[in-house]
């Protein structure tokens, strides 16, 4: 039985997530339907971490295991033939048995878009926040770096069907920053792990704190801000120990 490690890029607009619903469009199971038809027999594709309905990934990383000999580069080609055109499998490459793309990540990258702009392009709307209203956009980068650290981020997280197993909620996160490019403020924020919602919190922190109703120098608020669109956010890189 063979490792298989992929990495995937899609417009998460038209899909309900990354994981499995019955009845709905996600990442996961048109990647399960095609991979399953290649190997004659039900696959599992396990992600780095479950996308929400209309996020978007550069690079989401995915594992399965399959006994076909298909060469990866073959098997990568055989299974874009297959998808739709809004997902791509950018890489293939064989994986040590074990390799999970969750448990073994060390870190995740995400970014947020938020156009300026008094008009916002039909071309721009699906990929990006449209916020042409008044910002301090200096408060909101202030409001950024105090993201960063190790913190209980349960004000930051949607409720969750996990839960009920009792897991910490205390993440770290290693940077996070607010900048601007030409009309659209873009932040990006690289953590251990993240929790449901939880980036698309943060950036609804920022806009609360950008109007002027949070105070970045209070420290870490006690309730998040009102949960931005996930339209605008994109999941960057996962990253894993070079061996």
């Known amino acids: 039985m063979r490792r298989i490690r992929i990495h995937v890029a899609y417009d998460g607009g038209g899909f309900h997530g990354w994981q499995v619903q019955p009845g709905l469009p996600t990442i996961q199971g048109e990647l399960e339907r095609i991979v399953a038809e290649i190997e004659g027999k039900p696959v599992h594709v396990e992600a780095s971490g479950r996308t929400d309905a209309g996020v978007h990934a550069l ?6 295991s399959l006994e076909n000999p298909i060469p990866a ?4 080609r055989a299974i874009n033939r297959l998808l739709p055109p809004a997902i791509r499998v950018r890489a293939a490459m064989e994986a040590h048995p074990e390799f999970h793309p969750r448990f073994d990540a060390l870190a995740k990258t995400y970014e947020y878009r938020i156009l300026r702009a008094e008009i916002c392009s039909p071309f721009e709307w699906p990929y990006v926040y449209h916020h042409p209203y008044p910002l301090d956009e200096g408060r909101m980068a202030e409001m950024a770096r ?4 190790e913190h209980d981020f349960t004000p930051f ?4 069907e996990r839960d009920a197993e009792g897991r910490s909620k205390v993440r770290t996160v290693f940077s996070s920053a607010l900048s601007r490019d030409g009309d659209r403020l873009v932040y990006r924020v690289r953590g251990s792990g993240f929790l449901k919602h939880m980036v698309r919190n943060l950036v609804g922190t920022l806009l609360e704190s950008g109007r002027g109703r949070i105070d970045p120098a209070q420290g870490l608020p006690a309730r998040s801000g009102p949960t931005a669109p996930a339209k605008g956010l ?3 890189s996962v990253e894993y120990p070079q061996a």
Do not use: W
């Open 59 to 64: 690079e989401q990383v995915a594992a399965f």
């Open 73 to 76: 580069e073959n098997l990568k």
């Open 146 to 149: 105090v993201f960063v650290g």
């Open 157 to 160: 997280a949607a409720s969750d």
């Open 234 to 236: 994109f999941l960057v």
